[in-house]
């Protein structure tokens, strides 16, 4: 099985079948954004299917990227509903299912990495952390850690 870029739908009639209004005109279009409801705020590239909320911040490169990202897909399931996924007679690769999925880890581990960061950080510079503050260390390593060993 592979993905194939090529069969992505086209960037304008997408983000239409979506709901987004695409002005006419040029490259880049100033609409609304989906994600936080802002009027004029999200800019989408209309060859690229690149898109970013000037706002919320949400953003991503292409169309398959919108799509995960609206309705809460995985990569192979999102270019599976665009018909970028092409049955090849190759067995799937079989992954052992983890409790969240990848995006989510992430944001869980940019959440702990920064909280330890900063604690090192207040360490360095000779801030003594409180009991609190140390418990609250811990169960970010453990969730690192957790993260760590199920994405393996």
Request: with cysteine; glycine share 8%; hydrophobic share 40%.
């Amino acid at each position: 099985m592979a993905f194939e870029r090529e069969r992505l739908p086209d960037p304008v009639s997408y983000f239409e079948s979506q709901g987004v209004p695409m002005p006419k005109g040029k490259v880049w279009v100033s609409t609304i954004c989906q994600f936080h409801g802002g009027r004029q705020t999200m800019r989408i590239h209309k060859v690229s299917g690149s898109w970013k909320c000037m706002s919320c911040m949400e953003g991503g490169g292409d169309v398959l990227a919108y799509h995960m990202k609206r309705n809460g897909l995985e990569f192979i399931e999102a270019a599976k509903a665009l018909g970028a996924w092409v049955e090849d007679g190759k067995p799937a690769i079989q992954r052992k299912p983890t409790s969240l999925p990848p995006i989510k880890a992430l944001q869980v581990l940019a959440v702990e990495s920064n909280l330890i960061a900063i604690a090192g950080h207040n360490v360095h510079n000779g801030v003594v952390l409180t009991e609190s503050d140390l418990r609250r260390v811990r169960v970010a390593a453990r969730r690192i850690d957790q993260i760590q060993k199920e994405f393996q």
